[in-house]
């Protein structure tokens, strides 16, 4: 499966995003998805993720109530939409899936995931 992730850009501090991973060679329902940052110096972080089937969801503390992910499978297509967007949420985003369904425990860890996609460069400044 490949991976196709777009929509990053400049946004001001409050504003909003919706991030888009495109997946080929594959049906999306047939993967867990998640969102990966990683910013200059840090390491990659777990962001959000869905499993597939019950599209149980999880969420890394600093972005839950302003972060969502959904998925379109007829369009083999997740998104993440991002609201009131923080300085601190500059980072390159990545998108990965697998072909498992993790327990909640594991949805935010990079070795769960062994599908990635390049990354999109999401700036937040004013």
């Known amino acids: 499966v490949q991976l196709q992730a777009s929509g990053g850009g400049l946004v001001q501090p409050g504003g909003s995003m919706r991030l888009s991973c495109v997946t080929s060679?594959?049906?999306?329902?047939?993967?867990?998805i998640a969102w990966f940052r990683q910013a200059p110096g840090k390491e990659r972080e777990g962001v959000s993720a869905?499993?597939?089937?019950?599209?149980?969801?999880a969420y890394v503390d600093a972005v839950k109530g302003r972060f969502t992910i959904t998925r379109d499978n007829a369009k083999n297509t997740a998104y993440l939409q991002m609201n009131s967007l923080k300085p601190e949420d500059t980072a390159v985003y990545y998108c990965a899936t697998t072909s498992g369904n993790p327990i909640y425990g594991n949805m935010l860890r990079p070795s769960t995931y062994e599908n990635w996609g390049q990354g999109t460069l999401v700036t937040v400044s004013s």
């Open positions: 060679g594959s049906t999306l329902s047939s993967y867990a």
């Open positions: 869905m499993r597939k089937g019950d599209n149980k969801k």
